[in-house]
């Protein structure tokens, strides 16, 4: 376990958080605590994703427009809530947009259909990724001290408590989604 984690973990981390990330990002702080990892490439990594998956949504955007987003009706039904928060927050949302889950490639195509300059969208988005990144893997990197404090002689129960952290953090993004779907609806809504 320990090779694979070593072996394809940054990878995933980059492949996690060009899509969205959370998940990723988290396990890789939880598995640098437990030693299959190291923090400041996690940090690294889940910049690079974060920052290369921005760029590129916000550059299809840019380039195909609205066609893609009239093609695809699930893209299509987050827009109305997409164009709300973009009028709400204008420029700021370059910045909070990482942290929005679940409609952040839908607000970077819209963006990119925007007038905003590019120079405006990468300086805030470098900041934006650097900051998120940094975080989320503290915090995973802390919920991994927690259960490195419990369980003295990680090697010996790895197989019980790598499948357990993987669920446990997955119960906790499900939790946090729900609440921000709820949001977003009770948003979308108003």
């Not at 590129?56 to 609205?66: D, M, V």
């Not at 300059?117 to 300086?123: D, G, I, N, Q, T």
């Not at 119960?171 to 108003?190: A, F, N, P, T």
Request: aromatic letters at 16%.
């Amino acid at each position: 376990m320990e090779a694979y984690i070593a072996k394809y973990g940054y990878i995933g981390i980059f492949v996690g958080t060009f899509l969205e990330g959370e998940t990723t990002v988290l396990l890789g702080g939880i598995f640098s605590k437990l030693g299959y990892m190291n923090i400041e490439k996690v940090m690294l990594w889940a910049f690079l994703g974060t920052f290369a998956g921005d760029c590129t949504f916000f550059s299809i955007g840019r380039i195909f427009g609205k066609n893609i987003i009239e093609k695809y009706e699930f893209l299509r039904s987050k827009v109305p809530l997409a164009n709300k928060i973009i009028k709400k927050y204008g420029n700021f949302i370059i910045f909070i947009i990482r942290f929005l889950v679940g409609i952040r490639a839908i607000v970077l195509l819209l963006l990119g259909c925007t007038n905003i300059k590019l120079s405006k969208f990468l300086l805030f988005n470098m900041v934006n990724s650097a900051l998120w990144s940094i975080l989320v893997s503290v915090i995973g990197y802390v919920f991994g001290k927690v259960v490195y404090v419990f369980v003295s002689d990680i090697k010996k129960y790895e197989e019980y408590i790598i499948p357990a952290v993987l669920i446990g953090v997955m119960v906790l993004i499900i939790i946090y989604r729900h609440i921000v779907k709820e949001k977003e609806k009770s948003y979308g809504d108003q």
